[in-house]
């Protein structure tokens, strides 16, 4: 269905048929990437979502977290054993300037630093779940190593402005 | 995130969409529009703030938005395409009484939009009485009506 000039137009207005056959291409695709955007962000691609959940599991000792967040919207790190106490969680300092732990849960029984690490030393009743709630104050991608009771774990986790 | 970019960014990104969604969408036609572009300027407002209450916050944003503004104007007035591109040009809908349909249908415009425009501006009550309807830049219609002689 083309769109015709107007003959015989005696009105002094720029209809500028061209011109907008070309906006309206343009605007369509528009419309498309639209919905292409909020469906990456209904998955998850900006964080809560499918696509930023992740899982790491070394031994019976299981890290779940978003890959995803954006700018001080708080996210949590769950960390899980099956068997055993979580007794010593520790965070490299890198992962701390993109990150400020609000709250843990349970609360560690001491803190300390050592080797570029934060080590958090929990009860031996402190359970099998620990929950660090964090809000991240960089707009940066992160790329760090976090110790599970001496278990490596790799995380890698953006987050946009 | 410094708040001249914040300011900046939102300007630029409004101005994208704006003119993605269309023409119509920032003319307030119905009650539902007008709820749209409410909310939106809330949403903006905490975006740009963002927990940033100061005044000297609040006077950086306002001179960035204005200073967009007026730097947009002088690129329009320096190059014309430019603006033609940013805002548009005018569209002729209705032309001698009959509709444009295909220029209607890629506007989202209907006959309903024209004839409530006619009524509203001209107090006319069909299609034929309009020589010409034009939407617009803004997403209003104008309505030229035939010379009653």
Do not use: C
């Not at chain 1, 099956?82 to 609000?102: C, D, E, G, M």
């Amino acid at each position: 269905m083309s769109v015709s000039p107007i003959k015989n137009q005696d009105l002094p207005v720029e209809d500028d048929i061209a011109l907008h056959r070309k906006g309206w291409v343009v605007q369509r695709i528009g419309w498309v990437l639209m919905y292409v955007f909020l469906l990456a962000a209904i998955l998850g691609l900006f964080g809560e979502g499918p696509l930023s959940d992740r899982k790491l599991q070394h031994g019976d000792v299981t890290m779940q977290f978003e890959r995803f967040g954006r700018y001080e919207h708080a996210m949590m790190l769950r960390l899980q054993s099956k068997t055993q106490n979580i007794a010593t969680v520790s965070v490299p300092q890198a992962y701390l300037k993109v990150f400020r732990v609000s709250k843990i849960v349970p609360e560690p029984q001491t803190q300390s630093t050592s080797g570029g690490y934060v080590h958090y030393l929990f009860s031996s009743e402190g359970g099998t779940i620990i929950n660090f709630y964090v809000d991240p104050v960089q707009r940066q991608s992160v790329d760090a190593v976090l110790r599970v009771n001496a278990l490596p774990f790799h995380i890698t986790q953006t987050i946009f402005p | 995130m410094n708040p001249v970019f914040r300011g900046a960014v939102i300007y630029v990104f409004l101005l994208l969409i704006f003119r993605i969604m269309g023409k119509r969408s920032l003319s307030e036609t119905t009650t539902f529009d007008l709820l749209v572009l409410l909310i939106i300027s809330e949403v903006t407002q905490q975006a740009m703030v963002d927990t940033d209450n100061s005044l000297t916050a609040a006077i950086i944003l306002i001179t960035t938005l204005l200073s967009m503004d007026l730097l947009f104007t002088l690129i329009k007035k320096t190059f014309k395409m430019f603006e033609k591109v940013v805002e548009g040009t005018p569209l002729i809908i209705v032309d001698h009484g009959k509709a444009l349909k295909e220029r209607m249908n890629k506007t989202n415009v209907d006959e309903k939009d024209v004839l409530q425009a006619a009524r509203a501006a001209l107090g006319l009550e069909k299609l034929e009485e309009v020589k010409y309807a034009v939407l617009e830049k803004d997403g209003s219609i104008s309505i030229i009506p035939f010379d009653k002689k």
